[in-house]
């Protein structure tokens, strides 16, 4: 059963990532706005950013991790519009949400 599962998320991988995605690329708006690009949110930074929550949870994070926990989520989120082929959508993401906060 294992196997054919890992199949069936590579198949759905090699579809996610084959198709181009022309999203317009985003300047930097100054110190502060990073705009990331959209090769970034891959299923590895999917994966990082929910262990890295699911961690800091057990922590009892403090609150200037709020900005860790707004990146985090960024990731899954685009991670997320991607996987399910929301072309559009991850394109307004990238325009408007996809950037570092610090």
């Known amino acids: ?3 054919a599962i890992l199949f069936l998320l590579l198949l759905l ?3 996610v990532f084959g198709e181009e995605l022309n999203c317009p690329k985003v300047e930097s708006k100054g110190e502060g706005h990073w705009p990331l690009p959209p090769e970034v ?3 590895s930074r999917y994966k990082e950013a929910v262990e890295y929550l699911n ?3 057990k ?3 403090e609150g ?3 900005y860790n926990v ?3 989520l960024m990731y899954i989120k685009g991670y997320m519009l991607k996987l399910h082929n929301e072309s559009e959508a991850f394109c307004e993401f990238i325009q408007k949400e996809a950037y570092v906060r610090h």
């Open 13 to 15: 991988s090699l579809n």
């Open 55 to 57: 961690e800091l949870v």
């Open 70 to 72: 707004e990146n985090q």
């Open 1 to 3: 059963m294992k196997p």
């Open 59 to 61: 922590v009892r994070a």
């Open 64 to 66: 200037r991790d709020y």
């Open 41 to 43: 949110f891959t299923q």
